[in-house]
């Protein structure tokens, strides 16, 4: 079955602490995302992986860094939580160009 | 600008009615990929079109790269297909341009 895991479902964070989210996907895609769902704001997109150690900021990567030694695996860290970094994050994966896109179930965060 | 437009906002409908969800492109796009979250906050993934339509049971989608829009119609609505929907865009960049979503409530 082939699919997007996200882990874990929901956390809460205290403002400062570090936050590691973590993306996993076994269709051996090359390219993954990280994105964030904010209300009003559909996704918005804050690093690119085109694959293993070759990343690239999105359009939001501000407070963000990302890390993918292994093709299957993507996370992303928060080195300092933020109260504005409370959101749900979307973690997908293609296989490149002109395919589609595969979402995993998300990761809600709660900053306090 | 935003490239991505989509509406309604907001759409309410009775069970075993209809309507369309509508994203128009302020550039060409490659294609458009339609998702919904559901109530759990998952992503579905609908449908990825290049052109032309695509059908899946009470869902078709359209997407006319020329007119720069995108169309998702739910007919008969049925309770489950509550959740919020958006459309994203394919520029042939780095990735997916997402529209702002729709909330599609349907009530008995």
């Known amino acids: 079955d082939m699919k997007v895991t996200q882990m874990p479902r929901y956390l809460i964070k205290r403002m400062g602490e570090n936050v590691l989210l973590e993306c996993g996907q076994d269709?051996?895609?090359?390219?993954m995302y990280w994105y964030r769902q904010d209300p009003g704001l559909g996704l918005q997109l804050i690093y690119i992986?085109?694959?293993?150690?070759?990343?690239s900021e999105g359009d939001i990567p501000k407070g963000y860094r990302v890390s993918r030694k292994k093709r299957e695996h993507f996370s992303l860290i928060l080195d300092s939580a933020k109260t504005n970094q409370t959101s749900v994050y979307f973690c997908?994966?293609?296989?490149?160009?002109?395919?589609?896109?595969?979402f995993g179930s998300g990761t809600r965060l709660l900053v306090i | 600008g935003d490239q991505v437009e989509q509406s309604p906002s907001a759409l309410s409908l009775h069970e075993g009615t209809g309507s369309a969800l509508r994203c128009n492109f302020t550039?060409?796009?490659?294609?458009v990929q339609w998702f919904r979250k559901n109530s759990r906050g998952s992503l579905i993934n609908l449908f990825y079109l290049a052109s032309g339509t695509k059908e899946n049971g009470r869902l078709k989608s359209a997407f006319d790269s020329k007119e720069r829009y995108s169309t998702l119609h739910i007919r008969d609505a049925q309770l489950e297909d509550s959740g919020t929907y958006f459309c994203a865009a394919d520029q042939g960049g780095r990735a997916l341009i997402f529209g702002t979503g729709t909330t599609v409530s349907v009530s008995p």
């Open positions: 269709m051996s895609h090359e390219t």
């Open positions: 992986s085109y694959d293993v150690d070759s990343n």
């Open positions: 997908a994966s293609s296989s490149g160009q002109n395919s589609d896109y595969t």
């Open positions: 550039t060409t796009m490659r294609a």
